[in-house]
């Protein structure tokens, strides 16, 4: 009967420590899995934030005033002549 | 134990019983204090150490052009913020020259006050590196929205521009402020004992990021007219003008620009009167621009027809005790005649005959006198008197555009109807607005009544015309011009101040764009033939091709003989002496933009030499009899 009891006693103490360690064991992986998150979502952000600096860049490079002044002081290139243009 | 010690020792067992029990009373009453009366308090401030609460900003939404090019953007930039009693005094003038400010602004900004201030607000990301770098006690590294439109003066009046608090305070940014302006969102998270956010953050209010709009407007040709209104006002010296130009099928607005110009993205070195959108907000006679409308009702009537001939009394006509003139005296015309020739006289007649009521109605359906749907700010309303003060002199005038105040986009909007065959088509900002059924399109003018009308129309852009310096070589222009005199503070017209107008479309044959051209107090001429329809066919020659109509080979047969021609080797620097055909040659063998005044023979040029010009540069020549 005692030797039963022991047994039990071992068994509960057992459970309790494997449930203990899976506790901190699920914590610490939260733990870094909420630090992951964290530098995923920076990095999220980042991207975003250097995607409307690059539209912003785009933009810029491709404004039509300035495209016409690289075309006309770089390239020589002026207005095509109406008879210029051809079209299907 | 004599009896003296046992009472001494209850005693001092009764005195430390005594002690514990109040201690416990006390420790009751604490506990009774922290856990019910200053619970609520005490849970506060737990919760505040373990919970954070971010504010995530949201960006303004951008906007677009028709062909999804950015107009404007909203990108993150830092500001230097302090907290102004924490800034340790020696370290002041670090700070300032950091920011590259003085020592004494910057103090002027910390004053005497406590808590939060602004130091510096959008600044560049390496000022902000290296004021932090200094690790001073109080600053703050904050982060903004600033809004960039890459196209700055050329969109600048249509779009407006954006306070620094983000808040939309001109044009498209402010009449659509709350639909671009996002919500920013508060997120809280549980920290753990070493101050690192855990994964069950909650939203407490989610981020809304502003919408995006597109606009109808073309990146392309809002570019082109802004360009060419640039130069037609500087080589005019006026004070300024506006241009817009709309798709007369779906009424969508390709451009809209204003001169002068200012930067958006540097709005407060302009001064406000400059930032206002004129196509919208300033209002003109139209002039003879209006007399296209005019003679439509008088045919629409069914009193007249086009070929039908009413005499110009050589110049001159009273009406009630107002004389009515012609700059240029006319005997009998027809119709086609009285527009080609701008007849005040002829129109004023067919008004009359007609009376004001078929006039006022065509003029109200073709969206005069009342704001267009774009739903811009400050939008003019234009002037048409009600129909009960239309007495003889006002039907006279109206109906050669005196005596009533359009927007140029109503003009456009009114030109529009005249390209579509009399329907008119309400002018639209917004690419959705394009995609939705059309309810408020309507007929103004019958079909036939229409097309005889843009056949005279093209008959007023050809040599005889007033506006032939609007048609682009290879296409077809139908058009008038206009020149107004500018009313006065005294309820009369000015002298010497004038508006040019040049409103039409193109191609005729199937019109892909109504344009409209006013140019403010030129200087140099004041006509809108020699000073509107040279922008207009600046823009029309650049944006036709780029919208894939092709010229026609057929059409100004001047042209073609060009490649036909033996070349004349031109070795000189002065053009003086040529002939236009001579002078249109020379230009178009060096691809010159030409500019021709007058007619005849070559008497003044500029720039004086020719020999210099390169291709696309432009080239202006005065012609005297």
Known sequence: MTAWWAKSWVLVLGVVAVLAAGQIWLSHLRYELSLANQQVEKERQLALKETSTLRLELANLTRPERLRKLAQEELGMGPPKPMQVMHP | MSDKQQIYIRRRIETVAGLLALGLLLLVVRAVDLQWLQSERLSTLAEKQRYREYEALAPRGSIYDSKGRTLAESVEIPSI??????????????????????????QRKLGKRKGFVWLARQVTPSVAERVMALNIPGVRHEKEWRRYHPLGPETGHLLGFVG??????????????SSLTGESGLLQVRRDARGHSLPDGAWLREPVAGKPISLTIDATIQSIAYAALAEGVRSQHAKGGSVVVMRPKDGAILAMASWPGYNPNNFRRHKPGEWRN???????????????????????????????IVYCEKGAMRVADYTIKDDHPEGWLDLTGVIVKSSNIGVAKLALDIGPEPLYEMLK?????????TGLGGESPGIVLPLERWGPVETANIAFGQGIAVTPLQLAAAFSVLANGGMYVAPKLFAEQLNSADTTAHRVIPEEVGKQVITMLEYATTEDGTGSKAVPIGYRVAGKTGTAQKPNARGGYSRNKY??????????????????????????????????????????????PYLGVA???????????????????????????MSMREVRLFAAQRGLRLHVHGSGWVERQKPANTLALAQGDALEVWLND
Do not use: C
């Not at chain 2, 296209?292 to 039908?308: E, L, R, Y």
């Not at chain 2, 073609?560 to 002065?574: G, L, M, N, Y």
């Open chain 2, 551 to 577: 010229a026609q080979g057929d059409l100004n047969a001047g042209w073609q003989t060009v490649e036909a021609v033996e070349t004349r080797a031109f070795d000189s620097e002065s053009l003086f002496g």
């Open chain 2, 365 to 373: 359906q073709a969206g005069f006198g009342e704001r267009s749907s």
């Open chain 2, 164 to 177: 620094i608090d983000g808040k939309g305070l001109e044009g498209v940014e402010r009449a659509w402020n």
């Open chain 2, 81 to 106: 913020a302090v907290m102004a009693d924490e800034v340790p005094a020696e370290r002041i003038g670090e700070l300032a020259s950091a920011l590259g400010l003085s020592k004494k602004r910057v």
């Open chain 2, 499 to 544: 508006n040019a107008v040049f409103a039409g479309f193109a191609p005729v044959e199937n019109p892909e764009l109504a344009i409209v051209v006013m140019v403010d107090e030129p200087q140099r001429s004041i006509y809108g033939g020699q000073v509107a329809a040279p922008v207009f066919r600046h823009v029309a020659e650049s944006v036709l």
């Open chain 2, 278 to 308: 004129r196509a919208v907000t300033d209002v003109f006679e139209p002039g003879s621009t209006l007399k296209p409308f005019s003679v439509a009702a008088a045919i629409a009537s069914g009193k007249w027809q086009a070929d039908s």
